[in-house]
């Protein structure tokens, strides 16, 4: 089933007054796709994902389950989570825990006043999907984190909900289950062919996952493309410094003229700047020539180039993960992240290095974004 | 090593002495009990076992006992009922509706469980008599009901909201209504506190004294507290030794109830307290 989301906003009233917790928003989501939502904490991926469930009302905006809509502010139109035949997947699984798993998974048909026999089918079915059949007379508590996720999922999809909603679903789950999960997860999704939308802070689970991801920030749309392309082609500084791992360095650099050249200062280094990278970053530019650049890990070199200047930096700590070594460099107030193959580093050693910029990304300067581009 | 000896002596002996001030009572309640003169202690005066009062309270119709025991049963058990249906809707209000001033219902509530007993029996005395309800189940069930609310919904409170939000959430993806919410979900997964809730409403009904006596005037209503009190012996004696035998039979059932459920009513009563 596609969904269509337009002009959506949401603001909550709290003792503090309003807040905005969404942004207004347009989205379409595919037939079958796998959907991503990802963002830090605050970001309002969670209150959108209640909005689609129908959990919350939206302030303002219209929203679809294909052509039927299911919310509208404006006719003040609201159809009920039940009314939906939406499933949801929670963090905390959200077992019902006085209820053995055989009938946690039948609730849901249970409530529907669907008939003996066809719940029974329906349940084994769904028990065999997820191969939970020996489960099934267990209670919830007696269940490992990663067997209750799957009860927790089975339950979702026994009565066959035209949207899979999932919120952060594998968070509690140790790191490697969470990857035989993942890819779990995705193969029900393609094998039930259910319009999927999937909640996540975790970057590398929503680049794995999804067939089209979006970022947003403080409840705001940043960016929504397949997972290549914002690795690519990062739309805002901020989705550079989040995408990635380790993600990107977004450095304050100034635009200026050195012996008669264009060149670009950043982290206490200037380069020589022509063509193509030079127009991309005099577009970027404000009026005092400033800018951002995002620059890769993997583009900061360590064997500068004659005609480049080079960046003075000081080791800050080397963390060896076997085939690369993720190395955190000093230059200036900047903290430049970059992953190297050698690992023969110490803290505290002199290093020069330069940027590919040909593979840099720049952008307009903002205040909010400089000041969340360190945390990487 | 002198020392530790005398630590080990005084707490044998305190908890000695503790335990003999508060069960010296019951001791010597079963004991007069089984006797066949209450004043044996007494100088010259054998004592004599005997099973006459026990025979007297529960086959003599005289005494009405085993009346007024049925009656505090229906009572208690009617009372508690309600005090568990009533708290949990109030509680799973309370916990989760959006309901403006909740802190300051739970605090009412709490005040007015403080008012002296006294202060209302007038009252409430008028108002059965106007319904013409004096004399009937009815009369004691629902000032029971009342009286023990403010505890039930605290404990109540304290366990609903211990019981987490995205259970609610899954229940309304499901397809539950709050109604079902209720049922299905809230009040099963609740339920040792919605069980000890039963046991304190029942105990506290089964023990109630002054409404009993204020508001019933016969065996067909009156509860075995307010019996055993106003037993009446030949000649007008007190007749000590039944009354003592009706006590221990009544004290029984309260002690058994709290010796195999002391765990969920301990952990219901401070689950209560900790969480508001």
Redesign the interface.
């Known amino acids: 089933m596609k969904l269509t989301l337009k002009n959506v906003s949401k603001e909550f009233f709290s003792l503090r007054g309003r807040v905005r917790a969404l942004r207004t928003l347009d989205l379409e989501i595919e037939d079958g796709e796998f959907y991503v939502l990802l963002g830090p904490s605050g970001s309002g991926k969670s209150t959108l994902l209640n909005l689609i ?1 129908g ?1 919350e009302k939206p302030t303002t905006g219209q929203i679809y389950f294909g052509d039927q809509p299911v919310a509208d502010a404006q006719r003040r139109l609201f159809a009920s ?2 009314q939906r035949n ?3 997947v ?1 963090q ?1 699984y ?1 077992l ?3 209820m053995d798993v055989r009938r946690n998974i039948a ?2 048909l249970k ?2 006043r669907w008939k003996k026999p066809d719940i029974e089918r329906a349940v084994q079915q769904a028990a065999e999907t997820l191969s939970i059949t020996e489960l099934l007379s267990a209670r919830p508590r007696e269940l490992s984190g990663g067997q209750r996720q799957r009860v927790a999922i089975a ?1 979702a999809i026994v009565r066959r909900p035209s949207l899979f909603l999932l919120d952060e679903p594998l968070s509690n789950l140790d790191a490697q289950l969470r990857g035989t999960m993942r890819a779990e997860l995705k193969r029900l999704q393609r094998q039930l062919g259910i319009t999927a939308i999937y909640v996540t802070h975790d970057q590398v689970e929503a680049m794995s996952l999804g067939d089209r991801v979006a970022v947003l920030r403080g409840g705001e749309l940043q960016q929504s493309a397949p997972p290549h392309e914002l690795y690519e082609k990062p739309a805002s500084p901020f989705v550079a410094g989040f995408i990635g791992s380790p993600p990107a360095n977004v450095l304050t650099a100034t635009l200026g003229q050195e012996q008669g050249r264009r060149v670009l200062k950043v982290s206490g280094g200037s380069f020589a700047l022509s063509g193509e990278v030079d127009r991309r970053a005099q577009a970027a530019a404000d009026a005092d020539g400033r800018l951002l650049v995002a620059v890769r890990p993997e583009h900061v070199l360590l064997t500068p180039s004659a005609e480049d200047s080079q960046v003075e930096t000081e080791v800050l700590s080397v963390e060896p993960l076997g085939r690369e070594t993720v190395v955190r460099l000093q230059a200036g107030r900047d903290i430049i992240t970059t992953v190297l193959a050698e690992a023969d580093f110490r803290q505290g050693q002199q290093l020069p290095i330069s940027f590919s910029l040909g593979n840099a990304h720049f952008y307009a300067p903002s205040p909010e974004a400089l000041g969340s581009s360190q945390g990487g | 090593m002198n020392e530790r000896r005398l630590q080990i002596i005084l707490l044998v002996a305190g908890t000695v002495l503790v335990f003999a001030f508060s069960l010296a009572p019951f001791f010597y309640m079963a004991l007069v009990s089984f006797s066949a003169d209450h004043e044996f202690l007494a100088h010259g005066v054998e004592f004599e076992p005997t099973a006459d009062h026990y025979e007297a309270v529960l086959t003599g119709s005289s005494l009405h006992f085993l009346d007024y025991l049925r009656n505090s049963l229906i009572v208690s058990a009617l009372s508690a009922a309600g005090a568990v249906m009533f708290s949990a809707l109030a509680a799973f209000a309370i916990t989760r509706l959006a309901l403006p001033g909740k802190l300051g219902i739970l605090f009412f509530v709490l005040i007015v469980s403080m008012f002296p007993q006294i202060g209302i029996v007038g009252y409430l005395f008028k108002l059965m008599s106007s319904l013409g309800w004096i004399n009937t189940y009815m009369a004691l069930v629902l000032p029971y009901i009342a009286w023990t609310l403010p505890l039930s919904l605290w404990v109540l409170v304290g366990y609903f909201s211990q019981i987490p939000r995205e259970l609610d959430i899954a229940a309304t993806v499901d397809g539950c209504n709050r109604w079902q919410i209720l049922w299905r979900i809230i009040i099963p997964v609740a339920a040792p506190g919605m069980f000890s809730v039963f046991l304190l409403a029942f105990i506290f009904a089964f023990n109630e004294f002054m409404f009993a006596l204020m508001l019933t005037t016969d065996a067909s209503a009156r509860t075995v507290p307010v019996g055993i009190a106003l037993f009446q012996g030949l000649h007008g004696q007190t007749p000590w030794g039944d009354i003592m035998a009706a006590s221990v039979i009544t004290t029984l059932p309260v002690i058994v109830l709290a010796l195999i459920f002391q765990r969920r009513i301990i952990s219901g009563l401070t689950q209560g307290a900790v969480k508001g």
Do not use: D, Q
Request: charge should be positive; proline fraction near 11%.
């Open positions: 469930a959990l989570t039940g939406v499933a949801f929670f905390s959200a019902y825990p006085h609730f849901p409530i529907a339950r």
